[in-house]
Every structure is written in C-alpha cells, then in structure tokens.
Nanobody, 119 residues
Framework: EVQVVESGGGLVQAGGSLRLSCTAS????????IGWFRQAPGKEREGVSC????????YYADSVKGRFTISRDNAKNTVYLQMNTLKPEDTAVYFC????????????WGQGTQVTVTS
C-alpha cells in the first residue's frame, strides 16, 4: 500500500520558520521525484518546489526562491521543505507528491499539512 504523509505544519509568525517533512512508503522512493505544492483558500493549487530522483536537482517557484529549501534523505524515504522568512501569503495547505520526474504527472499524493503564518 502506497502512503505519502506530510508533517511539520503549524502556526508561526511572519518572519519565522517551519520545516515540513514528506515521508513515503509502498514504492521505490529513490526512483521518484518529490514535489511540494500548496493551496490557499479560494486559490488554485500551485507548485512550490521539486527535487529530482536522479541527481537531486531542485526547482523553486519564484515566490519562494531564496526562502525555501528542499532536500531529500533517501535512507529515510523522506523529503524536507525548510521554509524560512515566512510571510502571511505562504499560508496554505501544503501537499507533497511523487512523480517519475519533476514536471511529469504526479502519481502519489499526501493528504496535506496546514501552514498558517500570522502578521
């Protein structure tokens, strides 16, 4: 059974930091790119970041570049999203998902974790 589980969300003041984790099982984690997405109330889901399976290449949305860092620990089947200098506009439900490559269709999705940034 495939499982993708996000954790680490919470309530933080603007300027603060959070680290999200995405832990997966039920598929060969090393073979998959992992992406982070977010969806704020009343808005469409947007891609935040992605890390490839092959060479660890990383990609970021312009809105988070320089503030967020994605990394992976294949030994733990986990991808992290370190979020620094958080802004109220970062408030959203954050999802992670697995795909055969960044930019390819995502096969497996988690349920999401809420991040709320207060001003």
């Amino acid at each position: 059974e495939v499982q993708v589980v996000e954790s680490g969300g919470g309530l933080v003041q603007a300027g603060g930091s959070l680290r999200l984790s995405c832990t997966a099982s039920g598929f060969t984690f090393d073979d998959y790119a992992i992406g982070w997405f977010r969806q704020a109330p009343g808005k469409e889901r947007e891609g935040v970041s992605c890390i490839s399976s092959s060479d660890g290449s990383t990609y970021y949305a312009d809105s988070v570049k320089g503030r967020f860092t994605i990394s992976r620990d294949n030994a733990k089947n986990t991808v992290y999203l370190q979020m620094n200098t958080l802004k109220p506009e970062d408030t959203a439900v954050y999802f992670c998902a697995a795909a055969r490559g960044c930019g390819r269709p995502y096969d497996y999705w988690g349920q999401g974790t809420q991040v709320t940034v207060t001003s």
